[in-house]
């Protein structure tokens, strides 16, 4: 009797284990599309509203979602330029299929994409012959708008975009770059984003010397929004060294040290193409500009 209560149950587990298993993959190929709107507090002489999609981790060998999927729903949003925060590949080998889907999105939106270097492709770039400029290249010589900002910005419209390495391999304090860009774009009358990988890079000192409504919002990634999630964030207190995630900031609209913080779930996955608590995302950002000698947009 022992024997046939003692089957039954496994019996039981495996069943339960198999369907959990198969809907976190299903979750890993649910494409999320929302909406973020940021009310830009610096006077500009950019139109009332801007738009652009954001995104980040494709992890592009881990990422169950169409690359078809995508690309309908980054065209119905219109999107000035498409923002890219970081970890295209896990190793060299991901490198042409990282630029394929980057080309797919290039060319079938007819927008630029913008990109900023994550750990994992500072990690590959570090193996290539030519370093970061040979990956940046690889991406950039494609016949469409491609730009990979580390330590660089950019502008598209009225919008200044100013890209940051991953914290994991700065070699110099990121706050005289982002005050350098941002009195540019008060001298331009521009809107003036910021983007990084890891947004950790937060918590670096030199950034407390710059009033931070002088930058509309920062975007990033890294954490996946969780992936898999665990009670009070155990995923990140227990197996990540990053610190923001301990703070229970790992997802979504967050303020730090006064910064505007938008962190997004990610595209791809590590390790393993599941999700739980999480979908794979676009967000769809609208910038709202107060216009010189008047009010912010409505």
């Given amino acids: ?58 992890h592009i060998r881990r990422m169950p979602v169409p690359w078809s999927r995508i690309l309908v729903a980054v065209k119905e949003m219109k999107p000035s330029f498409l923002l890219l925060s970081g970890d295209l590949v896990n190793s060299a ?3 042409t299929a990282a630029r394929d889907f980057i080309y797919c999105i290039a060319a079938g939106a007819g927008i630029p994409v ?54 994991g391999a700065r070699t110099a304090p990121a706050g005289p770059l982002v005050k350098q860009w941002a009195e540019k774009a008060a001298a331009d009358g521009m809107i003036f984003i910021l983007a990084t990988h890891n947004a950790d890079l937060l918590l670096d000192p030199s950034l407390a010397e710059i009033q931070p409504d002088q930058v509309c919002a920062v975007f990033s990634g890294h954490t996946h929004g969780g992936q898999i999630r665990m009670v009070r964030g155990l995923e990140f207190r227990a197996l990540k060294n990053d610190v923001l995630p301990k703070r229970n900031i790992y997802y979504g609209r967050h303020d730090v040290g006064g910064y505007r913080l ?12 599941m999700r739980s608590g999480t979908r794979p995302e676009l967000v769809n950002v609208r910038l709202r500009a107060r216009k010189a000698g008047g009010a912010a947009g409505t």
């Fill in 1 to 58: 009797m022992f024997w046939y209560i003692f089957s039954g149950v496994i019996a039981i587990l495996l069943i339960v284990g198999v369907a959990v298993m198969k809907r976190m993959q299903n979750n890993a190929a649910e494409l999320s599309v929302k909406e973020e709107i940021f009310d830009c507090g610096a006077e500009t002489n950019a139109p009332e509203e801007t738009g652009f999609c954001f995104c980040s981790d494709l």
């Fill in 93 to 95: 080998d991901d490198l």
């Fill in 114 to 167: 913008i990109i900023t270097p994550g750990n994992h492709d500072n990690g590959v770039a570090s193996s290539m012959a030519g370093g970061a400029a040979a990956f940046a290249d690889f991406f950039t010589s494609l016949p469409c708008d491609i730009r990979v900002l580390s330590d660089e910005y950019t502008t598209v419209g009225n919008v200044l975009i100013g890209g940051l390495n991953d914290v």
């Fill in 262 to 273: 938008c962190i997004t779930s990610g595209l791809g996955c590590a390790l393993v193409r």
